[in-house]
């Protein structure tokens, strides 16, 4: 989810936890093998913070995606400011 709530003047974005009634989630959280995130995608970001590999691999898949909303609604609303 990306979105703007106005009271704050700032941009929310959310992804979607574990649902432990999913084979594929469940699957996804036991690729637990700790990985350097994916530099493009995260500029500025030191090497040295490491998250497990199922959540980088199913961030991979929709980053681009809301990047480009957030930095849409960055322009659209004239702010800065992003709740994660």
Known sequence: ???????QKTIVVAHEGTDPA??????????????SLDRTLFP???????VH?????TH???ATKILA?????????KTKSVFV
């Open 1 to 7: 989810f990306v979105g703007y709530w106005p009271e």
């Open 44 to 50: 500025g970001v030191p090497g040295t913070v490491l």
């Open 69 to 77: 909303e957030v930095n849409r609604l960055m322009i659209s609303e």
């Open 53 to 57: 590999a199922g959540f980088r691999n």
């Open 60 to 62: 991979n898949l929709t």
């Open 22 to 35: 999913k084979l594929v989630s469940l699957l996804t959280d036991a690729n637990v093998l700790k990985v």
